[in-house]
Every structure is written in structure tokens, then in C-alpha cells.
């Protein structure tokens, strides 16, 4: 379990990940979020995500992955992608990736990064970032995961690439092929890491968004098991309880 305390609006608030029992936890704020627990309580909703088994053999974890990615992982490789990872984190590190993910944001109309949440994971030694470049040195794909050391679990918390920002298809295809590879760079060398689990942060419990499906058909080529765990917000105050609509607005 990964507990961290942020500040958001000027309110102290809890992010408890992979908690086996909401019930016996203590928030140390006046609203803890609990991510992906173990155990539901009353309010809480499902999060269903996909999870891989990082302790057998590379090679059979490999080909349990799908034709078309393993021929786009090999094609990116001769492309001459080079992904790295970053298991100590630096607040520069921090910046650098919310300006790579905040650009992605823009472009997709989704939230910038939450820098309160990556640099109280930092301070827990519960971050870690990877990148993967092209032949020329530029960055096309960054990811960020929450690192559980005790629970020997990985999980993928933030992923930007800039293939929106090139006109040529096959230029956006390439960086797809990149993307891939980064995952496979990042389950190899999680793995020798002593890691055992590498989640993949989610796929949709519902099939009614185009945009949803395509990223739940991009991780399910990766294999994995499919695991329902627990998000849900406890309330510390009468007050908060009862403005629990503006408590969710304010996780993210």
C-alpha cells in the first residue's frame, strides 16, 4: 500500500493505492481517495484493469502478446527506438515529463498532469518515469508509473506520445511502433527490477466510447489477467460528506 498526502485548493487530501482493507485505514486528511483497493466499502465502483505476471520467462511473457505487437515491438527495435528508464526520480525529471504530458494533454483535451500527486510519489520513492527517442534524440513517448516496492507491483499512471503533432501517417505510425516497444522495454526491465505485477491503469468497464475501446484493444494485445479492485472517496468532516461531487472534481 502507497499512501501520499497533496494539497489541492488548499485542501489536504489522502491518495491511498492498493489498500487490502479500506476499513482498518486511518486518513491522514479530511478526504482520502482510495485507488484501486482490494475491498470495496459502501459508494465505492469498480476499476476493472489488466495486469501481467512479470515472474515467468521473458520469452514466454513475449509471446504472449499478439502477433501485431510483437512484429511492431521488432520493427521499432530495427527503427532504432531507444527507451530508458528512470527508477530514482528528480524534480526535474518531474518537470520535464509535465511538459512532455501537458503538451499531449492539450492536444487531447485531457487534464495536465497532477504535479502535487507525482512529486508526493517521488518523496515516497514511488515514481518512476520512462521515455523512448528516436535516431535523431527526440523524445516521442514518455510514461509514468506508481511503483508499490512492497507489493512488487508496477502501475502505469501517466502515457503521452506526440504522434498527433505529425502530419505524416507513417511518422504517426512509427511512433505507435515506439510506444510498444516502450511497454516491452519497461515489462523486461521492471521484471529484472524484482517487480511481479505491471499494470496497465485501467481498461473501460463499459464499450460505448470509440476512443475507449481502441486503448482497451491496444492493452489487451499486451495479455494480461483482467482484475476488478475498488475506487471510492471517504469523508472525513459532516461538511466534505455532504459536498462529495466537488471532492471528486478535486482528485485528479
Known sequence: MISIVRNKYGIPINDIFFSDNPRAVDGESPITFFVQARRPQDGFDQF???VINLRGDSGIIFNSLSSNTRYKIKRAEREGYTPSIAQRVTASDIDNFCDFFNLFAAHKRLPIANAAKLHALCAKNSLIFSAITDSKG????MHAYIADSNLERVRLLYSAS???ERS???ERNAIG???RLLHWYEIESLGKAGYASYDLGGIPM???DPEKNA???FKSEFGGEHVIEFNGIVCHSRLLQSGLSFARRIWA
Open 138 to 141: 527526440d523524445t516521442v513517448a
Open 177 to 179: 511502433r515506439a510506444n
Open 48 to 50: 476493472k484493469t489488466s
Open 168 to 170: 505524416n501517417s507513417e
Open 206 to 208: 463499459k464499450n460505448d
Open 162 to 164: 506526440h504522434f498527433r
Open 215 to 217: 486503448i482497451a484493444r
